[in-house]
Nanobody, 124 residues
Framework: QEKLVESGGGLVQPGGSLKLSCVASGFNFDIYAMGWFRRPPGKASELVAAINSNADNSYYTDAVKGRFTITRDNDLNTLYLEMNDLRPEDTALYSC?????????????????WGQGTLVNVSS
C-alpha cells in the first residue's frame, strides 16, 4: 500500500527557513514524479513545486520561485522541500503527493496519492 509521510513543519519567524521531508513506501518511488501541495487556512490547495522521477526537471509556482527548492533522493525514497525567506503567506498545511508517471503535471488530479501533511506556520 502506498504511503507518504511528511515531517519538518513547525512555527518559524518571517525570513526563516524550514526543510520538509516526505518518506515514501509501498511503491516504486524512483519511477514517479512527485509534488508538494499546500493548503492555506480557508483556501484551496495549490501545487507549490513538482519534480520528475529522475530529477531532471522541476516546477515552482511563481509565489515561491527563488525561495523554495524541491529535491529528491531516490535511494532513500525521500522527497524534500527546502523553504527559505519564509513569509506569513506561506502558512499552510504542506502535503506531498505522487504522480502517475515519470513526468510531473500541473494538474492536481494527476497526483492521486497524498500524505497527511505537515503544518507550516510563519509568524512573529
Amino acid at each position: 500500500q502506498e504511503k507518504l509521510v511528511e515531517s519538518g513543519g513547525g512555527l518559524v519567524q518571517p525570513g526563516g527557513s524550514l526543510k520538509l521531508s516526505c518518506v515514501a513506501s509501498g511503491f516504486n518511488f524512483d519511477i514517479y514524479a512527485m509534488g508538494w501541495f499546500r493548503r492555506p487556512p480557508g483556501k484551496a490547495s495549490e501545487l507549490v513545486a513538482a519534480i520528475n522521477s529522475n530529477a531532471d526537471n522541476s516546477y515552482y509556482t511563481d509565489a515561491v520561485k527563488g525561495r523554495f527548492t524541491i529535491t529528491r533522493d531516490n535511494d532513500l525514497n525521500t522527497l524534500y522541500l527546502e523553504m527559505n525567506d519564509l513569509r506569513p503567506e506561506d502558512t499552510a498545511l504542506y502535503s506531498c503527493a505522487s504522480g502517475q508517471g515519470p513526468l510531473f503535471s500541473l494538474a492536481p488530479h494527476s497526483y492521486p496519492n497524498w500524505g497527511q501533511g505537515t503544518l507550516v506556520n510563519v509568524s512573529s
